[in-house]
């Protein structure tokens, strides 16, 4: 008998009411990080030389989070507090899911209210 999964942080968010939209930026099986859409500045290939300067120096200042929880790194994400996320999943597939989450679909809209005469 399969076991039943919980929610996953999109769904905790829309059932409570909230906007926040999280995409998946890189995991592993059930170990699957979510980040915030919106706290999302830029998505880095890691094969230029600026792109390991950027990481050298991030690592350095504390700045920089491995989330490719031993994989290769395939990717930078940039946010607005100035973290740097190594990921291993591919910019393309991220840039992807970034376009998926901005069509306007009404994911993560809180749900409408019903009209009370």
Do not use: C, H, W
């Not at 008998?1 to 890189?26: A, C, D, H, N, W």
Request: glycine fraction near 8%; aromatic fraction near 6%; proline fraction near 9%.
């Amino acid at each position: 008998m399969p076991t039943k999964k919980g929610p996953t942080p999109q769904e905790i968010v829309y059932q409570r009411g909230l906007t926040p939209r999280f995409i998946s930026v890189g995991g592993r099986g059930s170990r699957v990080n979510y980040m915030a859409a919106d706290k999302v500045v830029a998505l880095i290939s890691p094969d230029s030389a600026p792109a390991k300067r950027l990481k050298d120096e991030a690592r350095e200042s504390g700045r920089l989070v491995d989330i490719t929880q031993g994989g290769k790194t395939r990717s930078f994400i940039i946010t607005t507090a100035n973290q740097v996320f190594l990921s291993n999943v591919t910019v393309a597939t991220l840039d992807k899911r970034f376009q998926r989450f901005q069509e306007d679909d009404g994911y993560g809209e809180p749900p409408e209210e019903p009209d009370n005469p």
